[in-house]
């Protein structure tokens, strides 16, 4: 099973190689700091506009940093297969997961593979955090479902390892809670506790990550990184004129000189004003973008709302099967030209002066896109196909659906990416899966029950 999960993304290793994206660098550097010392105090927020340490969470940089001390030859070869290894390990655990909670054999098996044909091909084989995440964060929500005290302690730690990861994990783990709550059995005390568990996890991370910073620079900060998100959040709303930043302070008025038209290029520009001319830091210009972002909603709470809404992109529907998509995103992300079957604007004109093969290509992409888009209608569907089943397998489910709908109420406010979505795809695919054999158990087309 897990060797047949790792089969795509091996094959894309063989093709494309590793790939290094805008971010991976910024992980690299990282990993050669821990290894060289890393700096502190007023080195640290001399280091520049976004001091890559501050930036960052440690956990990913700490894996490579010790791949490249065991294998200073081959450590982004270990990297990229213990990443593919672990989304495997994800896939036998999801087909577990299936099969325990009752779907028929052939059910379970395509749920728990389908995801390793789509976007986790891309994060596998990239010097990126994504996959490992990923694993960490979709086996957090497995185990839960098992419905034992001591799973919910291992999804917490597993959650807390991500954390490592990424900063937006403690956040994202509130939504893992009615999993915990629905999964366990009808005693609250076990249910409190399991919801309990499932949070200290992340929350201790974020306790020690902050007394780690406070430590080297005076600031309980956990990331920097809000010195992006935050400005790239009301990016939309500067597109519109929109006053966000209308204040005489430094920050508003740099702001409006520099990223008042909404364009991301700029922010980059603002910081290092930010430094040079206001002597801001990091952490600094992190706290007030936060601050403005929060009056932004306070004052335009419409438009932030509508800009919220404006961040799902269509794409986010197709993404449990999108080949056409994955390939794409492959070649790009390799450095070589965008393909022209990933260019429908380019297919269609073909097909007008009488391309047979773009109407293939164009036939294959609308197909497969709209498989994908079933399997996400079929996941969103959940609460309604199985709100006449009082058993604990549906009760698992909307936890499931729960821990889905939790990722998109944490991005989609602030930034949102389909790597950002490789955790809940295994996910979606087996509630899909689950609504699916539901619907035909219930007309009769099939003789057994899910639970």
């Avoid at 060289?36 to 001399?46: E, K, M």
């Avoid at 291992?154 to 994990?169: N, P, S, W």
């Avoid at 204040?247 to 409006?256: L, P, S, V």
Wanted: glycine content about 8%; hydrophobic content about 55%; charged content about 15%.
């Amino acid at each position: 099973m897990a060797l047949l999960a790792a089969l795509p993304a091996l094959a894309a290793l063989a093709v494309f190689g590793i790939i290094r994206t805008p971010d991976s660098p910024g992980y690299v550097a990282y990993a050669e700091q821990l290894r060289a010392g890393l700096p502190s105090g007023a080195a640290l927020l001399a280091e520049g506009p976004s001091p890559v340490s501050l930036f960052r969470t440690p956990g990913y940089p700490a894996l490579l940093a010790a791949l490249q001390w065991a294998l200073p030859a081959g450590w982004t070869w270990a990297a990229v297969l213990l990443q593919i290894a672990a989304q495997a390990g994800v896939a036998a655990l999801a087909h577990r997961t299936a099969l325990r909670l009752g779907l028929p054999r052939r059910a379970a098996l395509g749920a728990a593979l389908l995801p390793a044909i789509g976007f986790a091909v891309v994060v596998q084989i990239a010097i990126l955090t994504d996959a490992l995440y990923a694993a960490l964060a979709t086996a957090a929500a497995l185990l839960l479902a098992r419905g034992r005290p001591a799973a919910a302690a291992g999804a917490g730690l597993l959650l807390a390892a991500a954390t490592l990861l990424r900063e937006a994990t403690p956040f994202l783990a509130f939504g893992y809670l009615p999993l915990a709550w629905l999964a366990m059995s009808r005693d609250a005390a076990r249910r409190a506790l399991a919801a309990a568990l499932v949070l200290a996890g992340p929350w201790a991370a974020v306790l020690g990550l902050t007394a780690w910073n406070d430590a080297r620079i005076g600031r309980p900060v956990l990331t920097t990184s809000r010195q992006t998100v935050m400005v790239q959040a009301v990016l939309p709303l500067l597109k519109r004129h929109l006053p966000v930043y209308d204040g005489e302070d430094a920050f508003d008025r740099i702001a409006r000189a520099t990223v008042g038209g909404g364009e991301y290029g700029a922010i980059d520009e603002l910081h290092r004003r930010l430094v040079s001319e206001a002597h801001m830091t990091a952490p600094d210009i992190a706290d007030a973008a936060t601050r403005r972002y929060l009056r932004a909603w306070r004052r335009f709470p419409l438009a932030m709302l509508v800009a919220t809404i404006q961040n799902f992109r269509h794409e986010f529907l197709a993404l449990p099967f999108q080949p056409v998509d994955t390939v794409g995103a492959l070649i790009v992300y390799a450095g070589w030209p965008r393909p022209v079957f990933d260019r429908l604007n380019l297919l269609w004109a073909a097909l007008r002066h009488g391309s047979v093969l773009a109407g293939l290509e164009i036939a294959f992409d609308v197909t497969t896109r709209l498989a994908g888009t079933c399997i996400a209608v079929l996941a969103i569907a959940t609460p309604w196909v199985l709100r006449r089943r009082p058993d604990r397998t549906a009760r698992v489910l909307l936890g499931f659906w729960l821990v889905c709908a939790g990722y998109f109420a944490v991005y989609l406010p602030v930034h949102i990416e389909p790597r950002y979505l490789v955790p809940v795809v295994p996910l979606a695919c087996l509630l899909a899966a689950a609504c699916l054999v539901t619907e035909r158990v219930r007309q009769g087309r099939e003789g057994g029950d899910l639970a």
